[in-house]
């Protein structure tokens, strides 16, 4: 990995950030349909990245919204295991790629549908765990249920256009 795509890493994460703190904060639907948006951060880093280092950026990703949320570590505990099991999840789903030979997880690179398929996994494994770490058990399992559930096909709907605006900006210039 070079000093150039780790500046970028960087940036992403910042950006991303910054978005989910002052402005997708307060964008939920219908109470149930929350944004998280900030995760786009863990999934656009670079595939040949080390996993103890993923999941160190992941935790200090969470706890960073947890500390602008109010959250005690809910955020930070999801990041952390999407972290720990996105090598995996990488692994099986593009075994041709090959992690070490620079895989970029993006758009352009690996196409709609197997894009929309990793963003799916990995979204939906961060809200199960999230809503169910916040809700503290299973008492509520209907709505926890129905919040994971929009929330996922809220956020995928968010990072799917974002990735699409961003990749027709790299592809016209």
């Known amino acids: 990995m070079n000093s150039q795509s780790l500046i970028k890493a960087a940036l992403v994460i910042i950006l991303y950030l910054a978005l989910q703190i002052l402005l997708v904060r307060n964008l939920v639907l219908y109470d149930v ?32 919204v947890d500390i602008f949320y109010n959250t005690a570590g809910v ?48 979204v939906f494994i961060h809200h199960v765990a999230l809503f169910f770490i916040e809700a503290a058990g299973t008492h509520l399992f209907l709505h926890t249920l129905l919040k994971i559930v929009s929330s996922t096909v809220f956020t995928v709907l968010v990072i799917y256009l974002s990735s699409v605006f961003t990749s027709n900006l790299s592809v016209q210039r």
Not at 49 to 62: A, C, P, Q, R
């Open 33 to 64: 349909a929350f944004c998280f948006i900030y995760i786009v951060a863990i999934l656009w880093l670079p595939g040949e990245m080390d996993t103890i280092w993923v999941i160190l950026i992941s935790f200090f990703i969470g706890l960073t």
């Open 75 to 122: 955020h930070a505990a999801a990041c952390t295991l999407i972290g720990f099991l996105r090598r995996g999840i990488l692994l099986y789903f593009f075994p041709a790629k090959g992690i070490e030979n620079d895989l970029s997880v993006t758009l352009p690179e690996l196409g709609h549908q197997r894009y929309l398929v990793y963003i799916t996994v990995l």
